[in-house]
């Protein structure tokens, strides 16, 4: 089974209860243990939360199965050398761990980032499709 990688925009849209994000489809996902995490998205999503004395929530969020981050500092900078001769421009080194990330391990990643989805045409990897799963 392939795991699924929830990226920070999912997650941010999910507690702010938007309609960007489907509350059903994340739950079930957490439900049948098919997402995970890593180190760069906890810690993009923590530091807001402990603000907001989201202790509840920092607990779940810890218990999720966490992929280690292994940083190929040469990967990354092809994938930017890629990104931008191809007109993709400002994407993060963030945004480039959690493609290395997601590629590395064989992950699908569920994001609303607009970079993923530019991205995606020119690197091997898959986009978990949230509009085909049927609740």
Not at 72 to 101: A, C, H, R, S, T
């Amino acid at each position: 089974m392939r795991f699924i990688l929830i990226d920070t925009s999912v997650w941010i849209e999910y507690f702010r209860g938007s309609e960007a994000v489907n509350p059903v489809i994340v739950d079930n996902l957490i439900e049948n243990n098919q997402i995970c995490t890593n180190d760069l998205i906890l810690s993009e999503l923590i530091p807001s939360l402990k603000i907001k004395r989201e202790r509840e929530v920092i607990d779940i969020l810890l218990t999720i199965r966490k992929i280690p981050i292994q940083i190929k500092w040469n990967e990354i900078i092809d994938f930017q050398f890629n990104n931008l001769k191809n007109g993709i421009n400002n994407v993060g080194i963030p945004d480039l761990i959690i493609l290395q990330n997601v590629i590395g391990n064989d992950l699908e990643l569920f994001t609303h980032d607009r970079h993923f989805q530019l991205m995606n045409k020119y690197f091997k990897f898959k986009l978990f499709d949230f509009s085909a799963v049927k609740i």
